[in-house]
């Protein structure tokens, strides 16, 4: 069940992606060709070309019927649909930026307590926030108010912040349970590149230095490797 969700997870959030990007390559080009095109009715004309003035002007007002104004305010929904989704993705996948220099230095009992005491904190948090996200996607949908291009129900466009912050708060759930249970947290590499493997040897004595430092963050069941 959970590989399902995980999985689901993963196809919504590349979905938006591939879909926003999309939108926004084609409203900015058909923008700029607007204008190349507008241009070019002028150039003709200037220059005494009727007959290429108006084959001009004819594929001019063909693009100005395209109506691409709603595009903007899609993207900004998929970008907030996204952007909520990726956050509970970034939490499972241990992508989110932290400090924890303090907390690397602690003892392992110490450590484990403020872990497990900061992962408790994003659940709550998140979760406060999905019931107050509910309660106002509720007055929203009474509301009956629509977005101004799409004209889509707000609710529907808002319903993004108990979805999204309900997920992010079972996800920190999820981590705490399984750190909990085994001592390790999820992590990435962000200087890993997939498809690129890297050893040890290629390192140098700086980066060997911040390989083997204790502020190096590392699980609690993870040995620091003999220098």
């Not at 929203?140 to 466009?157: F, G, I, K, Q, R």
């Amino acid at each position: 069940m959970l590989r399902i969700l995980d999985r689901a997870e993963e196809v919504l959030i590349a979905a938006l992606i591939a879909t926003a990007t999309v939108l926004i390559f084609v409203s900015v080009t058909h923008r700029f060709t607007l204008g190349f095109v507008a241009d070019g009715v002028g150039f003709f004309r200037s220059h005494g070309m009727a007959g290429a003035a108006a084959t001009t002007k004819s594929v001019y007002m063909t693009l100005r019927g395209i109506n691409l104004v709603w595009a903007q305010e899609l993207c900004i929904i998929l970008f907030v649909w996204m952007a909520k989704f990726g956050a509970a993705y970034g939490v499972r996948t241990g992508i989110h930026v932290g400090i924890d220099v303090l907390i690397n230095r602690l003892a392992a009992p110490q450590r484990r307590f403020f872990i497990l005491l900061g992962l408790g904190a994003g659940a709550l948090f998140t979760g406060i926030i999905a019931t107050l996200g509910a309660n106002f996607v509720h007055h929203m949908y009474n509301a009956s108010s629509t977005s101004p291009d799409l004209e889509l129900p707000m609710w529907l466009v808002y319903l993004a912040i108990p979805m999204g912050s309900s997920l992010m708060c079972f996800r920190f759930l999820q981590v705490a349970y399984s750190f909990a249970r085994t001592g390790e947290l999820p992590h990435h590499d962000h200087g890993h590149v997939d498809g690129v493997d890297t050893e040890d040897e290629g390192i140098d004595a700086e980066g060997d230095v911040i390989l083997h430092s204790p502020l190096t963050p590392r699980d609690l069941v993870e040995k620091p490797k003999d220098n």
